[in-house]
């Protein structure tokens, strides 16, 4: 796909349900990150609306043969879905592109086959994953029974709108489920191509639905008493308030994938600076640094600091910034200007402080009001909010270690550990690193997501419960069922 003209793009309508979009509800203006231009409305959901989807929801798990027929053919159907989401990129990548802070260059090349891939690995599962025979007495047979939950609600971010979706209802429907998702109100329409893609495939309507709206719709999703599992990727702070939602109307099982604050450690032993400088800066610059496991935290050994440092700003000066519908774009607009205040609010303080801007900081320029310039902040240390809160944005804090002990507290987050990165040209060092690190997934010699699917991905502490991606993430959708028959003869 190449350049596009944002105004080309059709803009489906808010929401999905029963295998129909419409709009209904008070209307709230949506922006393209990229220019600040609002270029669309969505309606927003009231209660009523809500309880329609959840309750028609209902009505497809129980009625339709989803969850009822051979798990192998609603694996075919899944397989069908994500083909037709391969095969509808034209279409998908430049409302994807043009909503969000995705280059559409990246939402062609990653985001829209990810997003079909990972369904497809989610759809393999329902044939293959199920109870299992347990050792009992003789004369008796244990076993458990896998069942799907009946509707889940799913709530997703505005960071990668299709795949950060796409991980929280595939794993779901390829278990049987039926799905109720909430996407951001900042990034609503791409999911809901998605769902007239699933009618195309022959997924039955009322298996999957989007409702439109912010935290309150998403608040009341949680609270449905027809809800029976919530699977949710977002901020902290809103997991907590999920968390009791579901603990104050169920008790309902909850995934949640939060944020994180993740440190790269880099030692004086590795084989190449500039290799590993492509990797930090790839890791902070990606999506604008708007990314869950960006590497936002640069821990250097003392010896090679000033030298990594210097290329991974050199680098920083070939990124491309520009909208997200010219395809030379390789760096993201930030998703809204009040966001772009507040990370410049951080680093502004972070100066005042005593920490010292390497390079960036601030707006591109005046005019570009929504686009950052790839920032490094050097010596910052964790009482500071640059190196203890997550910016969500691409701001590196650069802090030195002399010794694997130094570096390994240094490492140590307070409350967060989504994920950590570790480049080092020792085995045995590096080993005892991922042993000690406290992170949900610790890279080595390399930094980010891959296309090994089957690898989970969850965080430990404030960063999370449970995994997206994996077999944990396909078993979280079903319950167990235990059952114990008694055959010794004289029994009934
Ligand atoms: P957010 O928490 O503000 O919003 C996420 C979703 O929750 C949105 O759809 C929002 O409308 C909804 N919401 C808000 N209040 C709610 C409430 N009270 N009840 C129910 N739903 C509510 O997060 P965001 O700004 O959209 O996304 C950025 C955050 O997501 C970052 O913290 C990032 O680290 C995190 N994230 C985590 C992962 C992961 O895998 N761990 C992946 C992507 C993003």
């Not at 595939?170 to 996407?183: C, E, I, R, T």
């Not at 998403?218 to 008493?225: K, S, T, V």
């Not at 949710?232 to 809103?238: L, Q, Y």
Request: with cysteine; proline share 5%.
């Amino acid at each position: 796909m190449t350049s596009f003209s944002p105004v080309d793009v059709q803009i489906p309508n808010s929401h999905f349900i029963g295998g129909k979009a419409f709009n209904r509800g008070e209307e709230m203006d949506v922006w393209r990150p990229s220019d600040g231009q609002a270029y669309a409305s969505i309606s927003v959901a009231d209660l009523d609306l809500v309880d329609h989807a959840v309750e028609n929801a209902w009505q497809a798990f129980q009625q339709s043969n989803w969850a009822t027929q051979s798990p192998r053919d609603r694996a075919k159907v899944m397989k069908r879905w994500a083909d037709l989401i391969e095969a509808d990129v034209n279409v998908l990548a430049p409302l994807e592109a043009m909503g969000s802070t995705r280059p559409i260059l990246a939402a062609t090349q990653w985001d829209i086959p990810f997003c079909a891939e990972g369904i497809r690995f989610f759809a393999e599962f329902a044939d293959k994953c199920g109870g299992e025979v347990i050792p009992t007495a003789n004369g008796s047979l244990g076993m458990t029974i896998t069942e799907p939950y009946g509707v889940v609600g799913a709530i997703a971010p505005w960071n990668f709108p299709l795949v950060m979706a796409s991980w929280k209802i595939a794993p779901a429907m390829a278990a049987g489920n039926a799905v109720v998702l909430k996407p951001s109100e900042m990034t609503p329409f791409s999911v809901v191509r998605l769902a007239e893609l699933a009618i195309e495939a022959g997924i039955p309507p009322g298996i999957f639905n989007v409702v439109q709206g912010d935290g309150r719709v998403g608040d009341a999703i949680c609270r449905h008493p027809r809800i029976s599992k919530v699977t949710f990727t977002g901020s902290t702070k809103t997991g907590a308030l999920i968390m009791t939602a579901c603990a104050q109307t169920g008790t309902k099982p909850v995934t949640l994938e939060l944020g994180g604050k993740s440190p790269q450690l880099v030692f004086d032993d590795i084989k190449s600076i500039d290799k590993v400088a492509r990797r930090i800066a790839a890791a902070i610059t990606t999506n604008a640094g708007q990314v869950c496991v960006a590497g936002s935290r640069l821990l250097v050994q003392k010896g090679i600091a000033d030298q990594l440092v210097s290329r991974i700003s050199d680098i920083f000066t070939e990124m491309v910034s520009g909208p997200t519908w010219q395809s030379d774009v390789t760096m993201s607009p930030i998703i809204s200007s009040r966001e772009l205040d507040r990370i410049d609010g951080v680093v502004q303080r972070t100066v005042q402080q005593g920490g010292e801007l390497f390079a960036g900081g601030g707006r591109l320029d005046e005019e570009n009001r929504t686009f950052y310039k790839p920032t490094i902040l050097t010596n910052v240390n964790m009482s500071m909010e640059a190196v203890h809160d997550e910016i969500f944005g691409p701001v590196l804090c650069v802090e030195t270690f002399d010794s694997d002990d130094d570096a390994l507290q240094l490492a140590s987050h307070p409350s967060y550990g989504l994920s950590a990165g570790l480049h080092t040209a020792d085995l045995n060092r590096a080993m005892r690193m991922v042993k000690a690190l406290e992170a949900g997934t610790v890279w080595v010699n390399r930094y980010g997501r891959s296309w090994d699917f089957a690898i989970p991905t969850g965080g430990f502490k404030s960063s999370g419960i449970g995994k997206d991606l994996g077999r944990f993430a396909y078993e979280a959708n079903q319950k167990t069922k235990s059952v114990l028959i008694d055959f010794s003869a004289d029994e009934a």
